[in-house]
Nanobody, 124 residues
Framework: QLQLVESGGDLVQPGGSLRLSCTPS????????IGWFRQPPGKDREGVSC????????AYADSVKGRFTISRDNAKNTVYLLMNSLKPEDTAVYYCAAGVIVGPDIDPDHYDYWGQGTQVTVSS
Protein backbone atom coordinates (compact mmCIF):
# COMPACT_ATOMS: atom_id res chain seq x y z
CA GLN A 1 0.00 0.00 0.00
CA LEU A 2 1.50 3.31 -1.10
CA GLN A 3 1.63 5.96 1.61
CA LEU A 4 2.69 9.56 1.05
CA VAL A 5 4.16 12.09 3.46
CA GLU A 6 4.31 15.82 2.75
CA SER A 7 6.76 18.17 4.41
CA GLY A 8 7.98 21.74 4.08
CA GLY A 9 4.90 23.72 5.01
CA ASP A 10 5.49 26.84 7.08
CA LEU A 11 4.47 30.41 7.81
CA VAL A 12 5.98 32.74 5.22
CA GLN A 13 5.60 36.41 4.34
CA PRO A 14 4.00 37.53 1.06
CA GLY A 15 6.55 37.36 -1.72
CA GLY A 16 8.46 34.59 0.00
CA SER A 17 9.23 31.06 -1.12
CA LEU A 18 8.77 27.52 0.16
CA ARG A 19 9.63 24.10 -1.16
CA LEU A 20 7.29 21.25 -0.35
CA SER A 21 8.38 17.62 -0.55
CA CYS A 22 6.34 14.47 -1.10
CA THR A 23 7.95 11.19 -0.06
CA PRO A 24 6.38 7.75 -0.33
CA SER A 25 6.63 4.60 1.68
CA UNK A 26 5.51 1.17 0.63
CA UNK A 27 6.24 1.47 -3.08
CA UNK A 28 8.53 3.30 -5.49
CA UNK A 29 7.15 6.56 -6.72
CA UNK A 30 8.25 6.44 -10.34
CA UNK A 31 5.30 4.28 -11.40
CA UNK A 32 2.83 7.01 -10.49
CA UNK A 33 1.86 10.45 -11.65
CA ILE A 34 2.02 12.82 -8.68
CA GLY A 35 -0.25 15.75 -8.10
CA TRP A 36 -0.19 18.60 -5.64
CA PHE A 37 -3.50 19.88 -4.34
CA ARG A 38 -4.56 22.43 -1.78
CA GLN A 39 -7.55 23.19 0.37
CA PRO A 40 -7.90 26.79 1.51
CA PRO A 41 -9.87 27.45 4.70
CA GLY A 42 -13.58 26.98 4.07
CA LYS A 43 -13.11 25.99 0.43
CA ASP A 44 -12.99 22.82 -1.64
CA ARG A 45 -9.81 20.99 -2.50
CA GLU A 46 -8.30 22.21 -5.78
CA GLY A 47 -5.62 21.01 -8.14
CA VAL A 48 -2.33 22.90 -8.17
CA SER A 49 0.11 20.93 -10.31
CA CYS A 50 0.99 17.46 -11.52
CA UNK A 51 3.94 15.59 -13.01
CA UNK A 52 4.08 12.31 -14.90
CA UNK A 53 5.92 9.26 -13.61
CA UNK A 54 8.93 9.90 -15.81
CA UNK A 55 8.75 13.68 -15.47
CA UNK A 56 8.02 14.12 -19.18
CA UNK A 57 5.04 16.41 -18.64
CA UNK A 58 3.81 18.81 -16.04
CA ALA A 59 0.67 20.88 -15.61
CA TYR A 60 -0.31 23.85 -13.47
CA ALA A 61 -3.44 25.62 -12.37
CA ASP A 62 -3.71 29.10 -13.87
CA SER A 63 -3.49 30.63 -10.41
CA VAL A 64 0.07 29.33 -9.87
CA LYS A 65 1.56 29.36 -13.39
CA GLY A 66 4.87 31.16 -13.47
CA ARG A 67 5.20 31.03 -9.66
CA PHE A 68 5.19 27.32 -8.78
CA THR A 69 7.42 24.60 -10.21
CA ILE A 70 6.89 20.87 -9.78
CA SER A 71 9.78 18.43 -10.14
CA ARG A 72 10.68 14.92 -9.20
CA ASP A 73 13.87 13.08 -8.33
CA ASN A 74 13.11 9.39 -8.77
CA ALA A 75 16.55 8.46 -7.47
CA LYS A 76 15.58 10.09 -4.17
CA ASN A 77 11.97 8.92 -4.55
CA THR A 78 10.73 12.45 -3.91
CA VAL A 79 8.52 14.99 -5.67
CA TYR A 80 8.92 18.68 -4.97
CA LEU A 81 6.77 21.77 -5.31
CA LEU A 82 8.78 24.98 -5.34
CA MET A 83 6.53 27.92 -4.57
CA ASN A 84 7.80 31.43 -5.29
CA SER A 85 6.16 34.85 -5.00
CA LEU A 86 3.70 33.50 -2.47
CA LYS A 87 0.46 35.39 -1.90
CA PRO A 88 -1.97 35.34 1.02
CA GLU A 89 -4.45 33.50 -1.22
CA ASP A 90 -1.98 30.60 -1.43
CA THR A 91 -2.70 29.88 2.22
CA ALA A 92 -4.00 26.31 2.43
CA VAL A 93 -3.30 22.77 3.48
CA TYR A 94 -1.25 21.27 0.66
CA TYR A 95 -1.55 17.59 -0.22
CA CYS A 96 0.34 15.35 -2.58
CA ALA A 97 -1.39 12.42 -4.23
CA ALA A 98 -0.45 9.56 -6.52
CA GLY A 99 -2.33 7.90 -9.32
CA VAL A 100 -1.89 5.81 -12.44
CA ILE A 101 -2.86 8.58 -14.83
CA VAL A 102 -2.22 9.19 -18.51
CA GLY A 103 -1.72 12.81 -19.48
CA PRO A 104 -1.81 16.05 -17.49
CA ASP A 105 -4.56 15.82 -14.92
CA ILE A 106 -5.09 17.87 -11.76
CA ASP A 107 -8.57 16.57 -10.99
CA PRO A 108 -8.33 15.29 -7.39
CA ASP A 109 -10.99 12.64 -8.09
CA HIS A 110 -8.55 10.83 -10.40
CA TYR A 111 -5.88 10.24 -7.73
CA ASP A 112 -5.89 7.17 -5.51
CA TYR A 113 -3.33 7.69 -2.74
CA TRP A 114 -3.13 10.77 -0.55
CA GLY A 115 -0.86 12.18 2.12
CA GLN A 116 -2.04 13.88 5.31
CA GLY A 117 -1.18 17.39 4.17
CA THR A 118 1.13 20.18 5.24
CA GLN A 119 0.03 23.69 6.24
CA VAL A 120 1.22 26.68 4.23
CA THR A 121 0.35 30.09 5.64
CA VAL A 122 1.23 33.28 3.78
CA SER A 123 0.86 36.28 6.03
CA SER A 124 2.73 39.35 7.17
Amino acid sequence: QLQLVESGGDLVQPGGSLRLSCTPSGAPLDYYAIGWFRQPPGKDREGVSCISGNGAYTAYADSVKGRFTISRDNAKNTVYLLMNSLKPEDTAVYYCAAGVIVGPDIDPDHYDYWGQGTQVTVSS
